[in-house]
């Protein structure tokens, strides 16, 4: 077992099971042992790889796109270009490349990374330090400026709480302790009012999930937008209303047991989008597959370009590349995007229209 299982079972002992949300806080967020508090994550070498690791092309052209809805909005100076959970710095990075020649873009932009690991910031302020970025802790720190913001596999990261109907009612899933190992059980029956009104309907045996994280934070930059100005752009997997048990856990590029290995293994769930609607309250795009977006927002004509100056083995990761972001068999369909924007302002280009 980890050094945090131990804690874990020492907490669990002295106090009770605890919910799965406070094990998942402790497991990616302790700042001694917690997942992204001691490490790098990212790559071969790591547990998993993100869409902006895997080629230069996601990040500009979603970067344009950022730019076109600053554009839309009248060129609001100064703004804060931010970004949640940058991991690398890399999005960021491929992001203001490609907007240079955007007049008074970088000039109007205060870059802010809302990071708590401080190995990932440290990696952040390597690879962004020409372009000054600030660091913030929560959405709550953000500048009081129009924002435009982007979170790429940022929400997954949050901790769930999951919640299953039995003949009795609702019960929350817990983690304790039997037999000296750490094991999942759950809550007595809960009062109807402890679930999200839209499960009310859901008949025994359902599992259902609940991210107050992300209601949090997205209401925040809901409330920002609106009063300043901005979009949002979220890229992520998951669905509209998400049900059944999404916690997984990926170690090594491997599924591994939720709790066989605390603070060392990856925990993510898929994330709600409509309940990122219902917190922001901004007018929204429709949910659009990660593929149909970045083709929308022109990819392929990137690719083209950059695959002029590739050859050999270059060449082929470029255009693998290419099908693994865009491909509806690979990343293309399963994650999703969707776009928030201040009232009265245009859609961002390239997603989906609102959904009837
Ligand atoms: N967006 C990056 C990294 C995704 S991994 C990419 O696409 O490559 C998740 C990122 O969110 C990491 O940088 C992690 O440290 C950060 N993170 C996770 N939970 C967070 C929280 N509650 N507040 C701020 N950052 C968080």
């Known amino acids: 077992?980890?050094?945090?299982?131990?804690?874990?079972?020492?907490?669990?002992?002295?106090?009770?099971?605890?919910?799965?949300?406070?094990?998942?806080?402790?497991?990616?967020?302790h700042p001694q042992f917690g997942y992204y508090a001691s490490r790098d994550p990212f790559g071969a070498a790591g547990d998993f790889t993100t869409a902006p690791e895997i080629s230069q092309m996601f990040g500009e052209v979603l970067?344009?796109?950022?730019?076109?809805?600053?554009?839309?909005?009248?060129?609001?100076?100064?703004f804060a270009l931010a970004e949640l959970g940058p991991g690398r710095g890399t999005l960021m990075a491929d992001i203001l490349r490609a907007t240079k020649t955007v007049p008074g873009f970088h000039n109007g932009a205060q870059v802010v990374l809302v990071e708590t690991s401080p190995t990932l910031r440290a990696a952040q302020s390597q690879r962004l330090a020409e372009f000054a970025p600030v660091w913030a802790n929560t959405v709550e720190d953000l500048p009081d400026l129009p924002l435009f913001l982007i979170a790429n596999e940022f929400f997954d990261a949050l901790p769930i709480d999951q919640f299953q109907r039995s003949a009795a009612g609702w019960h929350q899933r817990l983690v304790g302790l039997v037999d000296g190992t750490l094991q999942f059980g759950r809550s007595?029956?809960?009062?109807?009012?402890?679930?999200?009104?839209?499960?009310a309907e859901d008949p025994p045996g359902s599992v259902v999930e609940a991210n107050p994280a992300l209601a949090t934070i997205a209401a925040t930059i809901g409330q920002r937008i609106a009063a300043r100005g901005g979009v949002a752009l979220v890229i992520d997997y998951g669905g509209w209303r998400s049900k059944g048990d999404t916690l997984q856990a990926v170690r090594r590029h491997q599924p591994d047991p939720p709790l066989a290995h605390p603070g060392e293994a990856d925990l993510t769930a898929h994330v709600d989008f409509e309940a990122l609607v219902l917190a922001t309250g901004l007018p929204h795009s429709g949910l659009t597959d990660q593929g149909a977006l970045l083709n929308r927002l022109g990819i392929a004509h990137r690719a083209e370009r950059l695959a002029a100056n590739l050859a050999g083995d270059r060449l082929e990761t470029h255009r693998a590349a290419l099908h693994r972001l865009t491909d509806p068999r690979e990343m293309g369909s399963l994650f999703k995007a969707i776009a928030f924007h201040a009232p009265g302002t245009p859609a961002p280009p390239g997603f989906d229209p609102p959904h009837a």
Do not use: V
């Open 1 to 29: 077992m980890t050094a945090l299982g131990d804690i874990l079972k020492a907490r669990i002992t002295a106090t009770g099971p605890i919910t799965l949300a406070d094990y998942m806080a402790a497991c990616l967020q």
């Open 63 to 78: 970067g344009l796109c950022l730019a076109q809805c600053w554009l839309d909005q009248g060129s609001p100076a100064p």
């Open 188 to 199: 007595p029956a809960l009062p109807e009012s402890a679930i999200d009104p839209r499960f």
